[in-house]
């Protein structure tokens, strides 16, 4: 019998095309069994009328995932208390039922088969009821989630140490501590074909640009893919240049960061089962800015910050710099300092740029030896490589002294900009290169060349060096340096023209 009523249900559709439950419960049984079929952590609840053998009502939940306790006290046993034997009209029992007799919190109707399921199999329980083409979606989650602890990767001195977990629901509370305002909005999606992963966009209404808003929704729509397991799918595949070393999508696991960024106009997407949340448009200059700027002495933050910068700087040139001057442009040097550097390299076989690439190659692969480690572990592997193949490779005079200073330094002043990992190696093999052909001549040229790249890229329509190439003095507040707070009163550019005064709220 319940072949046959699957076979016939399988046919029956809406006029939207989504399949639609029936008033037969023996028939939305079965066309429920047949979807879930084979996943034994399917429960199936059958309430029966006393005296009689037909099922009145059904329910059916995920074991796992979905809140037993609840279940029990809250559904089952009111069920069986004020539904069985009662003799209660046909047309007011679905109102009685949800009014009534369920106790919990969150209940709604459908009528759509795809929904229902989704429901099942993200921890809800359903109720299927003899004579209704509808169904009861409870809410009965009861998933095992992350403590709220502080980003092991975002660590701070002064500020808050609560940090993004995994648990969609979670973060959202978090954002709305932060945000006590009726404007802060939040929309939801699902993304994956296969995972039906949820997202939530959050922004603040009046302040987010309408425009932005927009565009991050058609993004995200046009997303086609079996699953979404972190953000980071997202950020690839919603990104203005994807094949861009530099990143034009912002992530942080720290609610106050994108609390900070919402209130700049920013739209943040939430990803379950992800503890990174995206904030878009994303700038260059974030990549120096941390949140415990806005929580120190200006003066101090701000000499954080120019460190940040000069550390990219150095990061990338320092080795392209030493290879043209060795190699181009000896003349430049004293003649102590090149005679050093002349009797440093004697008898070393390598010309100066293997060097460099091979020191370089054994920093990251140190570097990243030490990120994938247990940490005690990483740490004395990360000591001691240093120190053994450092001072073993300069004796057997495979690589030169000076080699080894200069990958250090660049190394260390990598560590300021961690965020920019990515970016720092291509942007200093780019240069690198540059320099082995044309010395400083080709260094100059290839940086004037990233910085005209970096002027053309764009993050959701927003310039992404905007506070570098277009100088405005209420945006140069809160660029390399950072003013006191009073005087950064002024949202940036993107944000709503009608509302970029900081102290103007939302507009509902």
């Given amino acids: 019998m319940f072949k046959k009523a699957v076979r016939i249900r399988r046919g029956n559709r809406n006029n ?7 008033a037969s419960l023996q028939e939305n049984i079965a066309l429920l069994q047949s979807i879930l079929s084979d996943d034994e952590m399917i429960v199936y609840r059958y309430f029966r009328e006393p005296k009689a053998e037909e099922i009145r009502y059904c329910l059916i939940f995920s074991h796992p995932i979905s809140g037993e306790k609840t279940i029990n006290d809250r559904i089952i046993r009111p069920i069986m208390e ?49 004579g209704f083409s509808k169904v009861l979606v409870i809410c009965t989650k009861d998933w095992i989630t992350r403590a709220v602890t502080e980003p092991q990767a975002e660590t701070v001195v002064r500020g808050p140490r609560e940090g993004f977990t995994e648990s969609i629901v979670t973060n959202i509370s978090l954002l709305e501590r932060k945000i006590v305002n009726p404007d802060l ?20 209404k009046g302040i987010a640009s309408e425009k932005i808003l927009n565009e991050v929704e058609i993004r995200l729509k046009k997303i086609q893919i079996d699953g979404i397991l972190d953000s980071g799918y997202i950020q690839e595949m919603i990104k203005d240049s ?38 878009m448009p994303f700038l260059f200059l974030e990549y120096f800015q941390t949140n415990e700027d806005y929580y120190t002495n200006y003066i101090f933050a701000s000499i954080n910050r120019f460190l940040r910068v000069l550390c990219y700087f150095l990061t990338v040139s320092i080795p392209a710099v030493y290879l043209a001057i060795i190699s181009f442009h000896q003349e430049m040097l004293p003649t102590p300092l090149i005679l050093s550097i002349a009797a440093a390299r004697y008898n ?8 460099l690439v091979l020191m370089l190659l054994v920093f990251e692969v140190m570097r990243e030896a030490g990120v994938r480690l247990p940490s005690t572990v990483g740490m004395a592997i990360s000591i001691v490589g240093a120190l053994v193949l450092g001072e073993a490779a300069v004796s057997a005079k495979i690589i030169s002294a000076p080699i080894v200073i200069i ?11 961690f965020r920019l990992k990515g970016p720092v190696i291509v942007t200093r093999i780019y240069l690198l290169l540059a320099s082995s052909t044309l010395g400083l001549f080709g260094y100059m040229i290839a940086l004037i060349a990233l910085f005209v790249y970096l002027i053309s890229l764009r993050s959701f329509g927003v310039p992404y060096m905007m506070n570098i190439s277009l100088i405005d003095i209420d945006d140069v507040r809160d660029t390399s340096i950072r003013a006191p707070l009073k005087f950064m009163n002024k ?14 709220g939302g507009t509902r």
Avoid: H, W
């Avoid at 939207?16 to 029936?22: A, E, K, N, P, V």
């Avoid at 909005?185 to 603040?204: A, D, P, Q």
């Avoid at 990958?407 to 900009?417: D, E, K, P, R």
């Fill in 242 to 279: 994807p094949y861009s070393a530099f990143d034009t999508i912002g992530d942080t696991e720290r609610p106050d960061v994108v609390a900070g960024k919402l209130l700049e106009g920013r739209v943040g997407i939430i990803c379950d089962g992800s503890p990174s949340v995206l904030t």
């Fill in 348 to 355: 070393v076989p390598f010309p100066s740029i293997v060097e």
């Fill in 185 to 204: 909005k939040f929309k939801y999606m699902e993304l994956g074909n296969v995972t039906k992963t949820k997202i939530c966009i959050c922004y603040i």
């Fill in 82 to 130: 004020n539904l069985l034997g009662k003799n209660i009209p046909q047309k007011d029992l679905s109102n009685y039922i949800v009014n009534q007799v369920v106790q919990v919190r969150g209940i709604e109707e459908t009528s759509d088969v795809e929904k229902a399921v989704q429901a099942i199999l993200y921890g809800d329980t359903i109720l299927l009821i003899e």
């Fill in 407 to 417: 990958t250090a330094f660049t190394g260390i002043c990598s560590f300021l900009v």
């Fill in 16 to 22: 939207s095309g989504q399949r639609s439950f029936s």
């Fill in 491 to 504: 949202r940036p550019k993107f944000a709503m023209k009608r509302n970029r005064t900081r102290a103007g």
